[in-house]
């Protein structure tokens, strides 16, 4: 998908949601366990009732490789029901790689070689470099999301270090990276915790899409995220996990995940009119 396809299909929906699908077997209903396969059945009713309010499902390869063959078996049907039902989704592998560029390879193909499972991006650890990183550039229209300042706490051990030249480590790896690929195939991972330093960051990397987790559990905000991450062109897709996948444990929980995406889209749909003027 390209990021016109993408902004397009912001406007239409108007909404910039992206759903983290991570799903495990310990939190889904009870009542799901006597499916054959209990976290895709628990998936496909999620993606089915939310599908209207968001641009994006961002699948984390954790919750999946947890089960071992059988996860990923959920995970791959997961994928191949979203691209087949709803091909105007951008399907995220929330799968954190980054090796030696002989291993990135293989970690590339494993994401983006199967027709099975037709991502159009993949989240990689930036910090073992550009080599790290090429092999998964080779592949038109897919997409790298770099993650450079995370939502969690562990981000002030490294990436707000500060260096000797004055910046945060995290800057370094913004400028650096943005000589491998242009915005129309990088997005940057800026965890929503990290509002302070969104102006900043717009400065250095003013037309990239971010990723930005950490709305709702970990308590980032979404009104401050939208008033500082905002561009042009959206520039935005803001992830929610458990909050909506875990709105309610009980048989009504589709209505629950339904009505909690609905309500964060109509939020992003008042920031879209906010900030955005479409002519
Ligand atoms: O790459 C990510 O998606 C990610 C980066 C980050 O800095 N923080 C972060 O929470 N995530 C992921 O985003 C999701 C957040 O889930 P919730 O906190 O339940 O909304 C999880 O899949 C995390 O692994």
Redesign the pocket.
């Known amino acids: 998908m390209t990021k016109h396809q993408l902004f397009n299909n912001i406007v239409k929906k108007q909404s910039f949601l992206c759903i ?1 699908l ?1 799903t495990d077997i310990k939190k889904i209903p009870v009542h799901l366990l006597k499916e054959e396969d209990p976290i895709f059945s628990f998936n496909k009713t999620v993606i089915d009732v939310t599908q209207q309010y968001c641009v994006a499902y ?1 699948p ?1 390869t ?1 919750f999946y490789e947890a089960t071992g063959i059988s996860g990923l078996i959920s995970l791959k049907k997961t994928v191949k029901y979203i691209r087949k039902n709803y091909p105007e989704q951008f399907i ?1 592998a ?1 799968a ?1 790689r980054g090796d030696i560029g002989n291993t990135s390879k293989m970690y590339a193909r494993s994401v983006f070689d199967h027709a099975d499972t037709d991502y159009d991006a993949i ?1 990689i650890n930036p910090y073992m470099g550009e080599d790290s990183i090429r092999p998964f550039l080779v592949y038109p229209n897919k997409w790298v ?1 770099l ?1 450079v ?4 706490k562990g ?1 002030h051990d490294f990436q707000l270090a500060t260096c000797s030249t004055g910046e945060y480590l995290f800057e370094k790896v913004l400028q650096k990276s943005q000589t491998w690929a242009t915005d129309e195939q990088m997005m940057y ?1 800026i ?1 929503a915790t990290q509002v302070k330093m969104l102006t900043n960051i717009r400065k250095t990397i003013p037309n990239h899409f971010l ?1 930005v ?6 308590g980032g905000n979404l009104k401050n995220v939208a008033k500082y991450g905002i561009n042009s062109h959206c520039g935005l897709l803001v ?5 909506i996948i875990y709105a309610d444990f009980s048989k009504k929980f589709a209505e629950a995940a339904s009505q909690e995406a609905q309500k964060i889209q109509s939020e992003m749909a008042k920031y879209l009119a906010r900030y955005i003027h479409l002519e």
């Open positions: 983290g991570d961002k984390n954790a995220i929330d954190k989240t999301i993650l300042l995370t939502s969690n981000s991972v965890g990723l987790p950490g709305i709702g559990t970990q992830n929610s996990s458990r909050q």
